[in-house]
Protein backbone atom coordinates (compact mmCIF):
# COMPACT_ATOMS: atom_id res chain seq x y z
CA UNK A 1 0.00 0.00 0.00
CA UNK A 2 1.31 3.49 -0.62
CA UNK A 3 1.08 6.62 1.63
CA UNK A 4 1.30 10.08 1.45
CA UNK A 5 2.20 12.16 4.24
CA UNK A 6 1.77 15.92 3.96
CA UNK A 7 2.06 17.35 7.74
CA UNK A 8 1.84 21.49 7.15
CA UNK A 9 -1.85 21.88 6.73
CA UNK A 10 -0.92 25.85 5.47
CA UNK A 11 2.11 28.11 5.01
CA UNK A 12 2.98 31.16 4.41
CA UNK A 13 5.95 32.80 2.41
CA UNK A 14 7.01 37.00 1.85
CA UNK A 15 6.96 37.61 -1.99
CA UNK A 16 9.92 36.69 -3.59
CA UNK A 17 11.49 34.46 -0.85
CA UNK A 18 11.85 30.39 -1.14
CA UNK A 19 9.74 28.29 0.53
CA UNK A 20 10.10 24.29 1.47
CA UNK A 21 6.73 22.01 1.26
CA UNK A 22 6.75 18.36 2.84
CA UNK A 23 6.03 15.41 1.65
CA UNK A 24 7.07 12.49 3.32
CA UNK A 25 5.55 8.76 1.30
CA UNK A 26 5.68 4.86 2.00
CA UNK A 27 5.36 2.31 -0.71
CA UNK A 28 6.34 -1.11 -1.56
CA UNK A 29 6.78 -0.99 -5.00
CA UNK A 30 10.52 -0.80 -5.63
CA UNK A 31 9.74 1.53 -8.49
CA UNK A 32 7.56 4.29 -8.09
CA UNK A 33 7.05 7.69 -9.50
CA UNK A 34 6.89 10.80 -7.18
CA UNK A 35 4.72 14.62 -8.49
CA UNK A 36 3.50 17.64 -7.18
CA UNK A 37 0.34 19.31 -7.94
CA UNK A 38 -1.04 22.84 -7.08
CA UNK A 39 -4.50 23.51 -7.27
CA UNK A 40 -5.75 27.03 -7.33
CA UNK A 41 -9.21 27.92 -5.89
CA UNK A 42 -10.10 27.32 -9.62
CA UNK A 43 -10.24 23.95 -8.53
CA UNK A 44 -7.93 22.71 -11.50
CA UNK A 45 -4.87 20.26 -10.31
CA UNK A 46 -1.31 21.88 -12.43
CA UNK A 47 1.16 19.45 -12.75
CA UNK A 48 4.48 21.26 -11.53
CA UNK A 49 7.11 18.36 -11.36
CA UNK A 50 7.54 14.74 -11.43
CA UNK A 51 10.57 12.43 -9.50
CA UNK A 52 11.10 9.35 -10.57
CA UNK A 53 12.47 7.07 -7.54
CA UNK A 54 15.58 5.94 -10.17
CA UNK A 55 16.27 9.06 -11.26
CA UNK A 56 20.11 9.96 -9.96
CA UNK A 57 19.49 13.98 -9.61
CA UNK A 58 17.06 15.82 -8.03
CA UNK A 59 14.01 17.18 -10.61
CA UNK A 60 13.60 20.47 -11.34
CA UNK A 61 11.35 22.81 -13.46
CA UNK A 62 11.89 26.41 -13.43
CA UNK A 63 11.00 28.27 -9.99
CA UNK A 64 10.03 24.36 -8.94
CA UNK A 65 13.09 22.09 -7.49
CA UNK A 66 12.37 18.46 -5.69
CA UNK A 67 14.61 17.81 -2.73
CA UNK A 68 13.97 13.68 -3.11
CA UNK A 69 16.24 11.55 0.00
CA UNK A 70 15.02 8.28 -1.18
CA UNK A 71 16.30 6.71 2.10
CA UNK A 72 14.08 9.30 4.07
CA UNK A 73 11.40 8.50 2.33
CA UNK A 74 10.95 12.59 1.22
CA UNK A 75 10.14 14.52 -1.22
CA UNK A 76 9.72 17.90 -0.63
CA UNK A 77 8.85 20.61 -2.96
CA UNK A 78 11.07 23.88 -3.19
CA UNK A 79 9.64 27.02 -4.32
CA UNK A 80 11.65 29.59 -5.23
CA UNK A 81 11.31 33.37 -5.65
CA UNK A 82 7.40 32.76 -4.28
CA UNK A 83 5.11 35.13 -6.28
CA UNK A 84 1.77 36.19 -5.45
CA UNK A 85 0.26 33.77 -8.03
CA UNK A 86 1.65 30.81 -6.03
CA UNK A 87 -1.02 31.10 -3.30
CA UNK A 88 -2.78 27.46 -3.76
CA UNK A 89 -3.19 24.55 -2.78
CA UNK A 90 -0.05 22.06 -2.84
CA UNK A 91 -0.71 18.10 -3.58
CA UNK A 92 1.84 15.85 -3.22
CA UNK A 93 1.23 11.89 -4.73
CA UNK A 94 2.89 8.78 -5.68
CA UNK A 95 2.38 6.00 -8.21
CA UNK A 96 3.27 2.89 -8.01
CA UNK A 97 5.18 1.39 -11.67
CA UNK A 98 2.97 -1.89 -11.19
CA UNK A 99 -0.36 0.26 -9.85
CA UNK A 100 -1.72 1.56 -13.27
CA UNK A 101 -2.41 5.22 -13.16
CA UNK A 102 -3.52 5.26 -9.40
CA UNK A 103 -1.97 8.70 -7.92
CA UNK A 104 -2.13 8.58 -4.19
CA UNK A 105 -2.47 12.05 -2.87
CA UNK A 106 -1.22 13.20 0.53
CA UNK A 107 -3.76 16.06 2.11
CA UNK A 108 -2.29 18.98 0.72
CA UNK A 109 -0.17 22.43 2.12
CA UNK A 110 -2.24 25.48 1.52
CA UNK A 111 0.15 28.25 0.82
CA UNK A 112 -0.31 31.66 0.84
CA UNK A 113 2.31 34.25 -0.65
CA UNK A 114 2.31 37.57 1.46
CA UNK A 115 2.81 40.69 -0.72
CA UNK B 1 -2.44 20.51 -28.23
CA UNK B 2 -5.62 21.20 -25.97
CA UNK B 3 -5.47 20.28 -22.15
CA UNK B 4 -8.30 17.78 -21.16
CA UNK B 5 -11.69 18.88 -21.45
CA UNK B 6 -14.54 17.49 -18.48
CA UNK B 7 -18.37 18.44 -19.27
CA UNK B 8 -20.25 19.48 -17.80
CA UNK B 9 -18.51 22.24 -15.24
CA UNK B 10 -20.98 21.59 -12.55
CA UNK B 11 -24.47 19.93 -12.14
CA UNK B 12 -26.97 19.86 -9.35
CA UNK B 13 -28.98 16.63 -8.82
CA UNK B 14 -31.24 15.52 -5.97
CA UNK B 15 -31.08 12.29 -3.97
CA UNK B 16 -31.60 9.33 -6.07
CA UNK B 17 -30.97 10.81 -9.65
CA UNK B 18 -27.98 9.15 -11.38
CA UNK B 19 -25.54 11.45 -13.24
CA UNK B 20 -22.57 10.98 -16.15
CA UNK B 21 -19.84 12.90 -16.09
CA UNK B 22 -17.37 13.04 -19.58
CA UNK B 23 -14.11 13.44 -19.76
CA UNK B 24 -11.44 13.95 -23.52
CA UNK B 25 -8.09 13.31 -22.64
CA UNK B 26 -5.55 15.24 -24.35
CA UNK B 27 -5.01 13.94 -27.96
CA UNK B 28 -2.72 11.00 -27.83
CA UNK B 29 -2.86 9.81 -24.70
CA UNK B 30 -4.90 6.54 -24.10
CA UNK B 31 -5.08 6.16 -20.08
CA UNK B 32 -7.92 7.83 -18.26
CA UNK B 33 -8.23 8.22 -14.90
CA UNK B 34 -11.17 9.54 -12.48
CA UNK B 35 -10.73 10.74 -8.93
CA UNK B 36 -13.58 12.21 -6.11
CA UNK B 37 -12.00 15.26 -4.19
CA UNK B 38 -13.95 16.21 -0.93
CA UNK B 39 -12.83 18.03 2.03
CA UNK B 40 -13.54 15.35 4.14
CA UNK B 41 -11.59 12.53 2.36
CA UNK B 42 -9.67 14.37 0.00
CA UNK B 43 -8.42 13.07 -3.59
CA UNK B 44 -9.40 9.30 -4.00
CA UNK B 45 -8.93 7.56 -6.72
CA UNK B 46 -11.65 6.10 -8.38
CA UNK B 47 -10.97 3.79 -11.79
CA UNK B 48 -8.20 4.34 -14.49
CA UNK B 49 -9.38 2.76 -17.81
CA UNK B 50 -6.96 2.34 -20.83
CA UNK B 51 -7.71 0.91 -24.28
CA UNK B 52 -11.40 0.95 -23.15
CA UNK B 53 -10.66 -1.74 -20.64
CA UNK B 54 -10.75 -1.08 -16.56
CA UNK B 55 -6.95 -1.34 -15.84
CA UNK B 56 -7.34 -0.52 -12.09
CA UNK B 57 -10.05 0.24 -9.21
CA UNK B 58 -10.30 2.58 -6.12
CA UNK B 59 -12.31 1.54 -3.10
CA UNK B 60 -15.90 3.21 -4.56
CA UNK B 61 -19.40 0.98 -4.60
CA UNK B 62 -20.53 -0.49 -7.35
CA UNK B 63 -22.96 2.64 -7.91
CA UNK B 64 -19.57 4.40 -9.41
CA UNK B 65 -18.84 3.11 -13.01
CA UNK B 66 -17.51 4.12 -16.03
CA UNK B 67 -16.50 3.52 -19.37
CA UNK B 68 -13.68 4.27 -22.03
CA UNK B 69 -14.52 4.48 -25.63
CA UNK B 70 -11.82 3.59 -28.63
CA UNK B 71 -11.25 7.54 -29.37
CA UNK B 72 -9.98 7.27 -25.73
CA UNK B 73 -13.05 9.56 -24.04
CA UNK B 74 -14.43 8.45 -20.71
CA UNK B 75 -17.19 8.47 -19.33
CA UNK B 76 -17.91 7.85 -15.38
CA UNK B 77 -21.75 7.29 -14.08
CA UNK B 78 -23.19 6.96 -10.48
CA UNK B 79 -26.43 5.64 -10.06
CA UNK B 80 -28.79 6.59 -6.99
CA UNK B 81 -27.14 9.62 -5.84
CA UNK B 82 -26.87 10.09 -2.51
CA UNK B 83 -25.94 13.10 -0.49
CA UNK B 84 -22.00 12.36 0.53
CA UNK B 85 -21.68 12.37 -3.65
CA UNK B 86 -21.55 15.74 -3.78
CA UNK B 87 -17.66 16.39 -5.15
CA UNK B 88 -15.66 17.68 -7.28
CA UNK B 89 -15.04 14.91 -9.77
CA UNK B 90 -11.50 15.27 -11.59
CA UNK B 91 -10.46 13.11 -14.37
CA UNK B 92 -6.62 12.90 -16.11
CA UNK B 93 -5.15 11.67 -19.21
CA UNK B 94 -1.48 10.17 -19.51
CA UNK B 95 0.08 8.34 -22.24
CA UNK B 96 0.33 4.70 -21.23
CA UNK B 97 0.38 5.01 -16.83
CA UNK B 98 3.52 3.26 -17.11
CA UNK B 99 6.29 2.73 -19.59
CA UNK B 100 8.84 0.43 -18.24
CA UNK B 101 10.14 1.63 -14.56
CA UNK B 102 9.27 5.23 -15.67
CA UNK B 103 5.52 6.42 -14.44
CA UNK B 104 3.67 8.83 -16.47
CA UNK B 105 2.56 11.89 -15.70
CA UNK B 106 -1.22 12.72 -15.42
CA UNK B 107 -2.68 15.76 -16.77
CA UNK B 108 -5.90 16.99 -15.09
CA UNK B 109 -8.70 18.44 -16.75
CA UNK B 110 -10.98 21.36 -14.56
CA UNK B 111 -12.92 18.97 -12.95
CA UNK B 112 -16.80 18.56 -12.64
CA UNK B 113 -17.99 19.84 -9.26
CA UNK B 114 -21.76 17.88 -8.48
CA UNK B 115 -23.80 18.89 -5.77
CA UNK B 116 -26.22 16.01 -4.83
CA UNK B 117 -29.84 18.07 -2.75
Known amino acids: AQKITQTQPGMFVQEKEAVTLDCTYD???????LFWYKQPSSGEMIFLIYQGSYDQQNATEGRYSLNFQKARKSANLVISASQLGDSAMYFCASQGSSNTGKLIFGQGTTLQVKP | KAGVTQTPRYLIKTRGQQVTLSCSPISGHRSVSWYQQTPGQGLQFLFEYFSETQRNKGNFPGRFSGRQFSNSRSEMNVSTLELGDSALYLCASSSSGTSGRRVNEQFFGPGTRLTVL
Open chain 1, 27 to 33: TSDPSYG
